[in-house]
């Protein structure tokens, strides 16, 4: 499978206390900067993205968010986004790298990351955008998911499920991939995990849990169950 890439740059970011960006606060008194860019060739569109600074009564914390929209009529497979935050005389603070399992076709990828440059959020002038994604990924022939569920349980996110080989040979391996939506329908996350042999008629029980202290998992309000017979 061919990778593709796509890349763009913003040239400018304003952050509190700068002029000439779309600026607005919300009721935490949090001030951001929203900006959008022009659709990929690729069939990735950025839809919009932000940098924030959040001054809490501690810490003062920078926060990135984009929604990326596969403008495929298929889906894609092992996106990665690179946000690379850059001061004002164009330099490289800190490089986030953020990855989703897999994107339907027409849906939304919800990218965000908690971040604390060196020198503090205030820091950051301006960012860019890069990434890379499969084409295609391998989709499942001959298994069935009979069932699944989500769970909050220790503040992490915890799928459950249960897959049929319905083949007349063993499977060598399987791919269970989590795609977890908030009420919006984007996807905030995608977790997974594998199997190794499953005999043919068999029965795999499967379970996955999201990373601890993600501050979005009480917003998942629905999930899917992707099934790959192949890995990246």
């Not at 889906?75 to 990665?80: N, Q, R």
């Not at 008629?201 to 999930?223: L, P």
Request: with cysteine; glycine share 8%; proline share 3%.
């Amino acid at each position: 499978m061919r990778r593709r890439s796509f890349l763009a740059t913003i040239p400018t970011i304003a952050i509190t206390g700068c002029s000439g960006s779309d600026i607005w606060d919300d009721q935490d008194g949090k001030t951001a900067v929203r900006v959008t860019t022009t659709p990929f060739q690729s069939g990735l569109d950025i839809v919009d993205s932000s940098y924030e600074v959040v001054s809490g009564e501690y810490v003062t914390d920078g926060y990135f968010r984009a929604t990326v929209r596969n403008t495929r009529t298929v889906p894609i497979g092992d996106v990665t986004l690179t946000a690379k935050l850059l001061d004002s005389s164009g330099s490289t603070i800190e490089t986030i790298n953020l990855y989703c399992q897999t994107i339907g076709a027409g849906e939304r990828w919800l990218a965000q990351a908690r971040v604390i440059p060196q020198g503090g959020p205030a820091r950051v002038a301006e960012y860019e955008l890069a990434g890379e994604f499969q084409d295609t990924p391998a989709q499942a022939t001959g298994l069935s998911l009979r069932e699944s569920s989500f769970q909050i349980s220790d503040e992490n996110g915890r799928v459950t499920g249960i897959v049929r080989a319905d083949t007349a040979q063993d499977v060598d391996y399987v791919k269970a991939i989590a795609k977890l939506f908030d009420p919006e329908g984007r996807i905030l996350d995608t977790i997974y995990t594998s199997e190794n042999d499953i005999a043919a008629g068999e029965r795999w029980s499967f379970e996955m849990q999201t990373s601890g202290y993600d501050d979005w998992v009480n917003q998942v309000v629905n999930h899917e169950i992707v099934l790959w017979r192949a890995a990246f």
